[in-house]
């Protein structure tokens, strides 16, 4: 372990000491154990700091803290990466507003070669999820490493990494506080999945107090680590917006999906598209070109139910997904004297892969995976 990292955790938890105050320390003292070393008088002489930041640096039991938190992140199978290390997200380093440190927990690569990062309003409507979920499948045919970055909020992050797991793609969900919980609750399993082949990230340490301006933060980070940033949909306001804006000022492309002139959930990305500060996606198409992605494999049909989706299937789940990759639609009533299993106990197993997100029910009895 880094040495220095125990200090480092320590000077993210000086009240005041945001990411340039903390660069601007380290660079002055050449680490961050020679900043919590120096005498208050030398503190202050760094421009920025001042008497009360020193103070609150040479308060005592900061290290102990930082000692705990290093132990906690031990303890759930977590780590701590600061901004030198190699596994910190290379993207992230050409951002002057930084973390020095970031709390992960999973099993990720941050700097994968494609890194989509995708946000939205949380009040998703049914146009949304469609847009949101083609695309992401179109992708997913194309380049399977790809790395998809949400924020695991409700509505569209949580149906960006939904898909993305089903898919079989790499997802990591950037949090707005510490990992000793998880907000929304709600979202508890799906990050669970997420841990297999992505997991969660944050630069916020356990025990920190839910603030509003702590979601606004993780929002750099979300386009800081991003090649481009999708806009599914949004409001006139809202951290999707916020997300868009950190994406420009770091020289990220953005991007937005059009919607019906007059839809709230569209206004903002409507705006964004009309403002110049976004290229309208009406499909993957359109991100590839824009990125200039060299998109070799040609995406047809259905794309394939994922090997971990089928790893967390039971049999009888497995028939239904192989069933329907091979005929794509079939009706309940054929699909029970395929696979020999009574309609009742069939109409339940739909129901619960239904709910999630497996298959979908279309008019007539008919199914399709989704």
Same mark, same amino acid.
């Given at each position: 372990?880094?040495?220095?990292?125990?200090?480092?955790?320590?000077?993210?938890?000086?009240?005041?000491?945001?990411?340039?105050?903390?660069?601007?320390?380290?660079?002055?003292?050449?680490?961050?154990?020679?900043?919590?070393?120096?005498?208050?008088?030398?503190?202050?002489?760094?421009?920025?700091?001042?008497?009360?930041?020193?103070?609150?640096?040479?308060?005592?039991?900061?290290?102990?803290?930082?000692?705990?938190?290093?132990?906690?992140?031990?303890?759930?199978?977590?780590?701590?990466?600061?901004?030198?290390?190699?596994?910190?997200?290379?993207?992230?380093?050409?951002?002057?507003?930084?973390?020095?440190?970031?709390?992960?927990?999973?099993?990720?690569?941050?700097?994968?070669?494609?890194?989509?990062?995708?946000?939205?309003?949380?009040?998703?409507?049914?146009?949304?999820?469609?847009?949101?979920?083609?695309?992401?499948?179109?992708?997913?045919?194309?380049?399977?490493?790809?790395?998809?970055?949400?924020?695991?909020?409700?509505?569209?992050?949580?149906?960006?990494?939904?898909?993305?797991?089903?898919?079989?793609?790499?997802?990591?969900?950037?949090?707005?506080? =510490?990992?000793?919980?998880?907000?929304?609750?709600?979202?508890?399993?799906?990050?669970? /999945?997420?841990?297999?082949?992505?997991?969660? $990230?944050?630069?916020?340490?356990?025990?920190?107090?839910?603030? /509003?301006?702590?979601?606004?933060?993780?929002?750099?980070?979300?386009?800081?680590?991003?090649?481009?940033?999708?806009?599914?949909?949004?409001?006139?306001?809202?951290?999707?917006? $916020?997300?868009?804006?950190?994406?420009?000022?770091?020289?990220?492309?953005?991007?937005?999906?059009?919607?019906?002139?007059?839809?709230?959930?569209?206004?903002?990305?409507?705006?964004?598209?009309?403002?110049?500060?976004?290229?309208?996606?009406?499909?993957?198409?359109?991100?590839?070109?824009?990125?200039?992605?060299?998109?070799?494999?040609?995406?047809?049909?259905?794309?394939?139910?994922?090997?971990?989706?089928?790893?967390?299937?039971?049999?009888?789940?497995?028939?239904?997904?192989?069933?329907?990759?091979?005929?794509?639609?079939?009706?309940?009533?054929?699909?029970?004297?395929? $696979?020999?299993?009574?309609? =009742?106990?069939?109409?339940?197993?739909?129901?619960?892969?239904?709910?999630?997100? $497996?298959?979908?029910?279309?008019?007539?009895?008919?199914?399709?995976?989704?």
């Amino acid at each position: 372990m880094n040495p220095d990292l125990k200090y480092k955790v320590a000077l993210t938890m000086v009240k005041g000491v945001g990411p340039l105050i903390a660069k601007k320390l380290i660079s002055s003292f050449g680490s961050a154990e020679m900043i919590f070393r120096s005498s208050r008088k030398s503190l202050e002489a760094v421009p920025g700091v001042g008497s009360i930041l020193a103070e609150q640096i040479k308060k005592p039991g900061l290290l102990e803290r930082a000692e705990k938190e290093l132990s906690f992140m031990d303890k759930i199978g977590g780590d701590i990466v600061c901004f030198e290390h190699p596994d910190y997200p290379n993207r992230l380093r050409d951002c002057e507003d930084l973390p020095i440190v970031l709390y992960r927990k999973g099993s990720m690569n941050v700097n994968a070669n494609r890194v989509l990062g995708v946000v939205g309003t949380r009040k998703m409507t049914p146009y949304g999820k469609k847009m949101a979920e083609e695309i992401l499948e179109e992708l997913a045919c194309r380049f399977p490493d790809l790395l998809v970055i949400s924020g695991l909020a409700y509505g569209v992050d949580g149906c960006a990494h939904r898909k993305a797991v089903e898919l079989g793609l790499p997802s990591i969900g950037v949090v707005g506080h =510490g990992l000793d919980m998880l907000y929304p609750a709600e979202h508890r399993a799906l990050a669970n /999945r997420m841990m297999q082949n992505g997991g969660l $990230l944050s630069e916020f340490h356990s025990k920190s107090v839910i603030d /509003r301006k702590n979601f606004v933060s993780r929002n750099r980070i979300i386009a800081g680590m991003s090649d481009v940033v999708l806009v599914v949909e949004s409001g006139m306001k809202g951290g999707a917006l $916020l997300t868009a804006e950190f994406a420009n000022s770091y020289n990220r492309d953005v991007c937005a999906v059009p919607g019906r002139v007059g839809d709230i959930y569209s206004m903002g990305c409507n705006q964004l598209i009309k403002s110049n500060r976004a290229v309208m996606v009406e499909s993957s198409d359109d991100i590839i070109a824009l990125m200039n992605w060299d998109a070799k494999q040609e995406c047809k049909g259905k794309v394939p139910v994922a090997i971990s989706t089928l790893l967390n299937l039971t049999e009888k789940e497995r028939l239904v997904v192989s069933a329907l990759e091979i005929e794509d639609k079939m009706q309940v009533n054929h699909l029970s004297r395929k $696979l020999q299993i009574s309609m =009742g106990e069939l109409s339940s197993l739909l129901f619960e892969m239904e709910m999630r997100d $497996l298959v979908m029910s279309l008019p007539g009895g008919v199914y399709t995976l989704k």
